[in-house]
């Protein structure tokens, strides 16, 4: 079976990254729902000997998930999340070529004797704060620590495409609410994370990679976050990491 892709569709999709098989196997998915690989492969008429590659990269791309059983059924994201979160990867990239090019350019800058400073800033406002926070799980490699007595909807549907991204390819990520947060907010960031709940919270924050921190200072539950530290030193990222650590020891895991 052959799936019809419009032009103007397979210019954008191509664009975006995607291969013809890879269009056919999400389109595919997005019709019919849940299907096996061999059922895919028929459906979206993608050979069985690369319809395993096709899927695989797909999942690492963040267009679709896999549900496990024998055999195991894969399915699509909705076309709003694979789409960001597939930003998120193509923007990822950018970030990674561009510190790779910045480690040998300044390499090269260095021999001046100038020398890098670390920056500290004192970030004011909730549009700063929460802009700032994005910013650094986005850059975030492999590990992610999270302290968010603040959670709410807005922040969940800022954060959640970056977490997703982490996620889809391996990284480990450990959240910290307070314990009257909403459930559902904490059962979605569940899907990407470690939940842990926690009477008190005072202040909060992320730790990216244990190389760069934000400290939100005194906001409590129900408060919006108004003053924060941020800092890519690492000596300070790992006296925050400490801490968190510290807290999530007593933290109580969330019950999905």
């Known amino acids: 079976m052959t799936i019809n892709i419009d032009e103007k569709l397979r210019r954008a999709l191509h664009n975006l ?3 013809d098989y890879e ?3 999400y389109i595919s998915l997005l019709k019919t729902g849940k299907l096996t690989a061999s059922e895919l492969s028929e459906a979206a008429g993608v050979p069985y000997s690369k319809i395993y590659d096709v899927l695989e990269s797909l999942r690492k791309k963040g267009w679709i998930r896999s549900e496990g059983g024998r055999p195991a059924k894969f399915y699509a994201r909705p076309p709003k ?3 960001d979160i597939n930003r998120m990867r193509i923007e990822h990239e950018l970030k990674r070529y561009e510190e790779m090019a910045l480690a040998e350019l300044l390499s090269i800058y260095q021999r001046t004797g100038e020398k890098e400073k670390h920056d500290v800033w004192v970030l004011r406002g909730e549009t700063n704060i929460l802009s700032k926070i994005r910013d650094l799980i986005f850059g975030c490699e492999s590990e992610l620590q999270i302290a968010a ?3 709410n909807k807005d922040l969940l549907n800022l ?3 970056s977490l997703a991204l982490i996620a889809n390819r391996g990284g480990e990520i450990k959240i910290m609410l307070s314990r009257s947060c909403d459930p559902n907010l904490a059962k979605k960031l569940g899907e990407v ?3 842990r709940l926690r009477d008190q919270m005072f202040g909060g924050g992320a730790i990216s990679d244990s190389r760069e921190t934000i400290i939100v200072l005194g906001a409590e539950e129900d ?7 941020w800092s890519d030193h690492v000596a300070l990222a790992r006296i925050a990491k400490v801490y968190f650590d510290y807290l999530w020891r ?3 895991p969330f019950k999905r």
């Open 17 to 19: 990254g995607l291969t």
């Open 23 to 25: 269009m056919r196997a």
């Open 81 to 83: 999340i694979a789409l």
């Open 149 to 151: 007595p603040w959670m």
């Open 159 to 161: 954060i959640f495409p």
């Open 193 to 195: 994370a470690e939940i």
């Open 223 to 229: 408060e919006v976050p108004n003053i924060a530290i």
């Open 250 to 252: 007593d933290a109580k």
